[in-house]
């Protein structure tokens, strides 16, 4: 699988329920994962993940509420992390809502000892997975606003100095490489430079 699962995972746990809390701390420590913070609510999880850099995060609640929902997006969008909700709530909306929120496992029931590592190491998993998935459409979309950025710069030097399509690229490619720089960052150039002559 995955880096994570490999070294001992630095779990946030973030529960309300102090008895519930302490469950979740005996459970994971036998499990050997590193407990490094335990919060009652999720108000300020976004500066404390930040604060803390956890691999994990693990929440405990009755049923997850809307603020705890809409916590847990800003966190997934800023700084992602795995996401583990132990819940006795098994509605399939508040499933779904978890689940758009960034949640990598939703666990209806207890969290018995022999449970732990499976469910850590699915969400661990699917956590992985999401991100790869992510960082590939990320690249996709600079690729493609790189390539919509070059097509412009061919079109400023195609107009300014009546060349054709394949010789304004070559002119773009020998100009990048004589400045050893990137394609893109030379078209971004070329069109700033246009942008100024107008």
């Known amino acids: 699988m995955g880096e994570m699962v490999s070294k001992a995972l630095r779990v946030m746990l973030v529960d309300e329920n102090p008895e519930r809390l302490a469950k979740l701390r005996e459970q994971l420590l036998l499990a050997r994962y590193t407990v490094i913070a335990e919060v ?58 978890a689940t758009r929120a960034g949640v990598c496992a939703y666990v209806v029931g207890g969290m018995e000892g ?13 956590f992985e997975e999401s991100q790869a998935v992510r960082e590939e459409l990320a690249a996709a979309n600079l690729k493609l606003s790189e390539r919509k950025l070059v097509d412009r710069a061919k079109g400023v030097l195609m107009k300014q100095r009546g060349l054709s399509e394949d010789e304004a690229y070559s002119l773009m490619r020998k100009m990048a490489m004589d400045r050893n720089i990137k ?13 100024l002559l107008l």
Do not use: W, Y
């Open 114 to 126: 022999n449970r732990v590592r499976p469910i850590m190491d699915a969400a661990i998993a699917r």
């Open 40 to 97: 009652g609510n999720t108000i300020n999880l976004h500066q404390q993940v930040k604060d803390l850099e956890p691999d994990a995060i693990i929440i405990g609640t009755d049923s997850p509420d809307r603020d705890t929902l809409e916590h847990l997006c800003v966190l997934s969008q800023d700084s992602p992390r795995a996401i583990v909700m132990f819940t006795h709530d098994g509605d399939t909306e508040q499933i779904r809502a």
């Open 183 to 195: 394609l893109a960052d030379l078209a971004g150039q070329v069109v700033e430079a246009a942008k």
